[in-house]
Every structure is written in C-alpha cells, then in structure tokens.
C-alpha cells in the first residue's frame, strides 16, 4: 500500500499563477483533510471531505478550493496566488468519524514569489 | 475558541536524559487527545490517542498521559533516534468531519 501520495512535492509559482495540488489515497477511506503548516506554526486545516461528493471549509479556506468526485482524489487548487500561501501542505486521510487517526502524505512545499 | 498550546518549543536532551513534553488544551468538549511524531521532510506520523483523564499509553520510550487540562509525552532514557517534532491535537465531541486542533509542536534534539 502507498498509503497518502501527494504532488508535486515541490513547486514555485509566480504571485497571480494558479495550480493544483494532487493527493490520492489507497486504504479506502472516506475522510480526507488539507493542512498548511508554517514554519514554529501549528497544521491549519484548508478543507476537509466527508466521502466523495461532500467538502466543507476548516480554519483557512480563503484562496483555495477543493473538490472530492471519487473515494481516492482530494486535489487542492489554488487560484491566483499570493506569498501569503507560501507553506508545506499535507494531505491526510481517516477511516470514519470515531477513528482518530490521521494518515499524511509527506507534503508539498509551495514558494510564491 | 478551542486552543492547544505545546510546551517548550524546543527540547535539547543529552542520551538518556529523560524529559517531558507538556500540551494544555481548551478545546471544549474533548473527544480526544493525539500525539503525532513528524520528522524533517516528512508528514506527521500517528502515536497515541488519549480519550479520558487518567488514560496513559506507552509505546518503546514514549509515555502520554492525559488530565483534564493538560497531556504530557514522557521520554524515558531517550536516543538519538527520537529526535523529532512532537506534535500533539485535541478534537472537540461536535466537531465534523473529525477535525483535529494542532498545537505549534515541540522539537526535540537528543544529543548522543
């Protein structure tokens, strides 16, 4: 099992680009996050997803959007850039609501400039 | 707002100098307590969870435990290989979607 993959694992865009940031995972869960982590900062939730079909907001959804068609797909998209969304995003994934623990990919490390 | 807060923020250990790390909380309504380990590079890595107070889980030299303010990850006789960022989050008993609360994390060297 691959467990969470994400790409790319690295990416410098220019402020005004948009992309997307691809997770996928393997194990079959319906629940699956996007966190950006800041240097000495807590992982703040971007968006999360129930099962496919079902995403809702978290802390810091401003700037991105997400959709989630199948089980093993939550791509993350960024429109429009800005050095403020300079960070490492990770992408997890858990079993169900009472399962507390989480599976993160080994992250992608975005630069705007 | 729910809030967890990880102290020191850093953690210089010689082997063998056993430690603890602290995580106070205010998440109203805690479901759960969770530890995570994550070295540089990579994406957090689970290691316990704590559900009530008075709960402890033990895993090689690591040691959570839980009260009802706060969670401490004892590491007992450290080596080298624990160094790592320890990362601790509560989740509230309402919270959709199992959404975790992170605190900034403490980083721990240990210095063979």
């Known amino acids: 099992n691959a467990g969470v993959t994400q790409t790319p694992k690295f990416r410098i865009l220019k402020i005004g680009q948009s992309m997307t940031l691809q997770c996928a995972q393997d194990?079959?869960?319906?629940?699956m996050y996007w966190y950006r982590q800041d240097p000495g900062m807590g992982l703040k939730l971007i968006y999360y997803?129930?099962?496919?079909?079902?995403?809702d907001k978290g802390e810091v959804p401003n700037g991105y959007n997400v959709s989630r068609s199948t089980t093993e797909d939550f791509p993350l998209r960024l429109e429009l850039a800005a050095p403020s969304q300079t960070s490492v995003y990770f992408c997890?994934?858990?079993?169900?609501?009472?399962?507390?623990?989480?599976?993160f990919g080994e992250g992608s490390r975005l630069t705007v400039l | 707002e729910d809030q967890v807060t990880q102290s020191p923020e850093a953690l210089r250990l010689q082997e063998g100098e056993s430690s603890s790390l602290n995580c106070s909380y205010t998440?109203?309504?805690?479901?759960?307590l969770f530890w995570y380990r994550q070295d540089p590079g990579k994406g957090p890595e689970f290691l316990f969870t704590?559900?009530?107070a008075g709960e402890e889980k033990e895993k090689e030299r690591l040691k959570a435990t839980l009260t009802k303010k706060e969670s401490f990850l004892h590491i007992t006789a450290p080596k080298p290989e624990d160094s790592a960022t320890y990362l601790c989050?509560?989740?509230?008993?309402?919270?959709?979607?199992?959404?975790?609360?992170f605190g900034g994390g403490t980083r721990v060297l240990v210095k063979p």
């Open positions: 997890a994934s858990s079993l169900g609501q009472a399962a507390g623990e989480l599976f």
């Open positions: 194990m079959n869960h319906n629940y």
């Open positions: 997803s129930v099962g496919a079909g079902i995403t």
């Open positions: 998440v109203s309504g805690l479901r759960g």
């Open positions: 704590l559900y009530s």
């Open positions: 989050a509560g989740t509230m008993i309402k919270a959709a979607g199992n959404k975790l609360t």
